[in-house]
């Protein structure tokens, strides 16, 4: 005996609800499966859940596109700011600079290694910890650091600053359309199998194949389990 199962996907769940909603149009009231509110209920949810799964997807795609842009942006960056901290250590080996004035990169413990860089986050704190500290540097009188200069440094950290608050803007828009779309889920799934338990107990009566199709007509799903035939 074949077995429905409620939709697993939005899509699926969008799917249900139409074929549903179209099958009972222009159906006569009297003919009607479906209960006049579970069918107004249906409605107005597909128009709801519909609009809120484009919405989501709109913003997912937005913020996937922008991921890529940023990557090369947070990547010069990275480049940018590593060959700079490494000027600097050049300088403090040769006795350019103090050594002690590390500290005022947070740089002191280092052993003049280049910190971790590798996550965004990490290349944010890092960039602003280091520009600052030069800028310190320069303003107590000491010599500032060539190739790469503060000032290429700073615009290309800029560029990169701006596009990840950006995209954390664009993620939390993501997020909050897919919580939207959640919250609606168990309604759809609730008018859903509404829906079917109307659409079964109606054809209840027919012959197995005859009532098989006629509820497919709404959108039921069946399975077979293993061994079965369809």
């Known amino acids: ?13 969008i799917r249900a609800l139409k074929t549903a909603v179209q099958k009972s149009a222009g159906v006569e009231f009297r003919q009607s499966l479906i209960d006049n509110k579970t069918l107004s209920d249906a409605e ?23 991921g890529k842009q940023l990557q090369q942006k947070a990547k010069n960056a990275r480049i940018y700011l590593s060959h700079f901290i490494q000027v600097l ?4 080996m040769r006795s350019e600079i103090k050594s002690e004035q590390l500290a005022l990169y947070g740089l002191e413990n280092h052993n003049l290694i280049v910190p971790e860089l590798t996550s965004n986050e990490l290349l944010l704190s890092w960039g602003k910890k280091v520009l600052q500290g030069e800028e310190l540097r320069t303003a107590k009188g000491g010599v500032p650091i060539f190739n790469p200069s503060l000032a290429k440094v700073k615009v290309i950290f800029s ?6 608050a950006k995209q954390i803007v664009r993620h939390q828009n993501t997020l909050r359309a897919l919580k939207e779309v959640e919250a609606l889920r168990e309604d759809v799934d609730r008018v859903i199998c509404y829906i079917w338990n109307q659409v079964e107990k109606y054809n209840e009566k027919n012959a197995l194949e005859d009532r098989l199709r006629k509820n497919k007509e709404y959108g ?11």
Do not use: H, W
């Open 220 to 230: 039921i799903i069946y399975y077979y389990r293993k061994g079965e035939k369809s």
């Open 159 to 164: 560029i990169f600053e701006e596009e990840y």
């Open 44 to 66: 107005t949810l597909l128009l709801l859940f519909e609009r809120k799964c484009k919405q989501y997807r709109q913003y997912y795609e937005i913020q996937v596109k922008a």
């Open 1 to 13: 005996m074949p077995y429905r199962r409620l939709p697993n996907t939005d899509l699926a769940r």
């Open 89 to 92: 250590y050049m300088c403090v």
